[in-house]
């Protein structure tokens, strides 16, 4: 019998969410135990957001570069060199890692654990030989690049966002399969770093955002040269050449599209396999582990947050839930996981940002709503910036409490901020529109947005009839 460690909390998995339960538990003396089988920070700083980000960036400044005329600037042509963006990439790893690593978190007094773990029973966990035994448990095992079943795949090599930011080497034309933000986001980085890209999606990009603005995204990047191919069907893939070529499905035939280099992104699927849930007796299934609003398994003992539990993938929703736990856990708090205000940004450029309902969810769910939009165009910062695509849109009810918004436009998930205070504190949006805002900043929008809510009743003949009475008082 392997080293019986006792702890009052014990983590499984090192990614925002585990890191966030272990930090601050121990910060409120819980002794805690930390196991992870592979690297800290888990995927969003290691292949997820942060390495995506970072070659965002990079793109952005060479695309600048194309982009100066309008400005005065003679436009250039950069010389991209992907060995130098990578270096430029890891960099940036390396600068957060030391906020992740096994160091500090054992300078906080968590037991770190490099291994992986398995429950052995209801209220025990086994990891290299030592057996944990802790008052809770929580599974934060995160997810990995789902790969669809497709024929031929398994004799072609391709690359996921697990494997895409290894490249050092340009690739010469980029096919994406999925049109989700994981593969607009990368379609669009590696089109302004100079690669020709096309993108293969089954229904249309960025499905789950507001068809409206998602529209505005799929203009600008047709117009930077991306290919979008939306409403196809992949048939198979096979080799072609010292590349690949994508078989596409059609009523006229087959159509084949051949690239140098295949990225699939078809979204996440949950890490569950080889824990030992059926020892503990948690219920899961390949989408994730089954929690209640409070965020326990079956087990009540044991917790699961981010995309283990197969809810929202997002690094800050796993850091929200990682809040829920451990006010249960340790408070005995019978806090509650509520999602109504939780964004999600798609970090294109533009940008594209929600919160709360979109029109066709209020509308299902209301019925008798109201609409705002404003367009960047009429905001003055965007125009000394020539950055006048997008919009803000607002979702209200009719006595003015904002339900959701969406804004697609430069700096867009900066700007939903306001938008995430106004749903999750059930605001009026005349909380926005009487907001003094600074000029000239791209913030206005939220503003003029809000306080076109009263413009049909402030501008009507009913209004100016007021005036004109109260006029002729002097």
Not at 233 to 253: D, F, I, S
Not at 455 to 463: I, N
Request: hydrophobic share 40%; net charge positive; charged share 25%.
């Amino acid at each position: 019998m392997g080293e019986l460690i006792k702890a009052d909390i014990c983590v499984i998995g090192a990614g925002s969410g585990g890191l966030s339960v272990a930090a601050g538990a121990a910060q409120l003396g819980a002794p805690t135990v930390l196991v992870e089988a592979d690297r800290m920070g888990g995927d969003c700083l290691n292949v997820g957001c942060v390495p995506s980000k970072s070659l965002i960036a990079a793109a952005k400044h060479a695309h600048a570069l194309r982009q100066g005329g309008p400005f005065g600037i003679a436009p250039a042509e950069p010389r991209v060199d992907m060995r130098a963006v990578k270096r430029h990439i890891d960099q940036v790893i390396a600068g957060i890692a030391p906020h992740d690593s096994v160091e500090r978190f054992e300078g906080l007094g968590v037991r770190v654990i490099e291994a992986r773990a398995r429950f052995t029973g209801p209220e025990e966990v086994e990891a290299d030989g030592r057996r944990i035994r802790a008052r809770r448990f929580v599974v934060a095992t995160g997810s990995r690049p789902a790969v669809p079943p497709l024929p031929g795949l398994d004799d072609v090599p391709f690359f996921t966002n697990e494997t895409i930011f290894d490249r050092r080497a340009q690739p010469e034309h980029l096919i994406v399969i999925g049109g989700g933000p994981i593969g607009m986001e990368l379609a669009q980085a590696h089109r302004r770093l100079g690669s020709r890209v096309t993108v293969l999606e089954r229904s249309a990009i960025l499905p789950k955002d507001d068809p409206e603005l998602a529209d505005v995204v799929r203009r600008i990047a047709a117009a930077e040269g991306v290919d979008l191919r939306e409403g196809v069907e992949v048939a198979r893939v096979e080799p072609h050449g010292n590349g690949v070529a994508v078989v596409l499905a059609g009523e006229g035939g087959e159509e084949r599209v051949a690239g140098s280099d295949l990225l699939v992104a078809t979204g996440r699927t949950a890490n569950v396999e080889g824990l030992g849930l059926e020892a503990a007796g948690i219920d899961y299934t390949p989408r994730g582990i089954a929690v209640d609003r409070r965020l326990r398994t079956s087990n009540r003992r044991i917790y699961a947050i981010g995309d283990a539990a197969g809810g929202y993938q997002f690094t800050h929703a796993a850091g929200y839930e990682a809040g829920i736990v451990i006010r249960n856990a340790l408070f005995r708090l019978p806090a509650k996981a509520n999602y109504d205000a939780l964004p999600w940004v798609t970090y294109t450029d533009p940008e594209l940002a929600q919160v709360g309902l979109t029109e066709a969810q209020a509308r299902d769910r209301h019925g008798d709503i109201r609409v705002l939009r404003w367009p960047f165009h009429e905001n003055d910062r965007a125009q000394a910036e020539r950055a006048t695509h997008g919009l803000v849109k607002v979702i209200t009810r009719r006595n003015g409490r904002v339900l959701g918004a969406g804004i697609v436009g430069r700096h867009a998930g900066e700007l939903i901020h306001t938008w995430v205070l106004a749903v999750g504190q059930r605001l009026k949006v005349g909380a926005v529109a009487n907001m003094i805002a600074p000029y000239p900043t791209l913030g206005e929008v939220n503003k003029r947005a809000a306080g076109s809510y009263y413009a049909p009743t402030l501008f009507s003949d009913r209004t100016q009839k007021i005036v004109r009475f109260l006029a002729r008082f002097g």
